[in-house]
């Protein structure tokens, strides 16, 4: 399964914008990059996800390398409730008489906010 | 629409015992995932299912059996406990093809914290 990596923390002051790379570099084709965090004490929960093109959603915006070996999860002004664990995770389909795909999880970033 | 809810939400085993976590989705999805997270550590696959019926391996599944008989439910079992099982224990059910994730459905359960003794 292609591999992401990620820093293990980072850091960020309310109110300003906080970009988390994630590194993929043996990313195929036909894998899709998702992006949960997970607050304390809670279930993950869905961000954002994206195939090639830069996408926007309410919560974040992902930016996606060309090359699609990297990816960016982007908070435009980080609140206090974004401090968390945010993790990158490709989804890859095998056909095989259907659609089977894993979905596994490194460690994550775990992001700080400072007020 | 409840998304998806996991039974119970603690538990405390002594070692040997044995339990069934059940996690249940009402969203009619094929997919159904069983995670377990260790203090400091991201979460880890032990068993996942493509469908009704159909169950699969992940990265960690020694020591934990599952069954898809329904649909909705996926259910994980641990036959002898073990202290190294102890651990919080997330279901997940997204949708079939990544291309139909709804932007503000969430599709994991709140988790069930398991203590071994």
């Known amino acids: 399964d292609a591999k992401t990596t990620q820093p293990n923390s980072m850091e960020s002051n309310e109110e300003e914008p906080v970009h988390l790379p994630c590194n993929h570099s043996?990313?195929?084709?036909?894998?899709?990059i998702h992006w949960y965090r997970q607050l304390p004490s809670q279930g993950p929960e869905y961000v954002i996800h994206?195939?090639?093109s830069n996408v926007n959603n309410r919560m974040a915006s992902l930016a996606i390398a060309e090359d699609r070996k990297s990816s960016t999860l982007i908070l435009h002004r980080a609140t206090l409730r974004d401090a968390a664990v945010y993790y990158c995770?490709?989804?890859?389909?095998?056909?095989?008489?259907?659609?089977?795909?894993?979905?596994?999880f490194g460690k994550g970033t775990l992001l700080t906010v400072n007020p | 629409n409840a998304g998806v809810t996991q039974t119970p939400k603690f538990r405390v085993l002594k070692t040997g015992q044995s339990m069934t976590l059940l996690c249940a989705q009402d969203?009619?999805?094929?997919?159904m995932y069983w995670y377990r997270q260790d203090p400091g550590m991201g979460l880890r696959l032990i068993h996942y299912?493509?469908?009704?019926?159909?169950?699969a391996k992940g990265e960690v599944p020694d020591g934990y059996n599952v069954s898809r008989l329904k649909k909705q439910n996926f259910l994980l079992g641990l036959e002898s406990a073990a202290p190294s099982q102890t651990s919080v224990y997330f279901c997940?059910?997204?949708?079939?093809?990544?291309?139909?994730?709804?932007?503000?459905?969430?599709?994991f359960g709140p988790g069930t914290r398991l203590t071994v003794l």
């Open positions: 995770i490709l989804i890859r389909r095998y056909y095989s008489g259907g659609s089977n795909y894993k979905l596994t």
């Open positions: 043996t990313i195929s084709g036909t894998d899709y």
């Open positions: 994206g195939l090639t």
């Open positions: 969203m009619n999805h094929e997919y």
């Open positions: 299912s493509v469908g009704e019926g159909t169950t």
């Open positions: 997940a059910s997204p949708p079939f093809a990544p291309g139909l994730f709804r932007r503000n459905e969430q599709f």
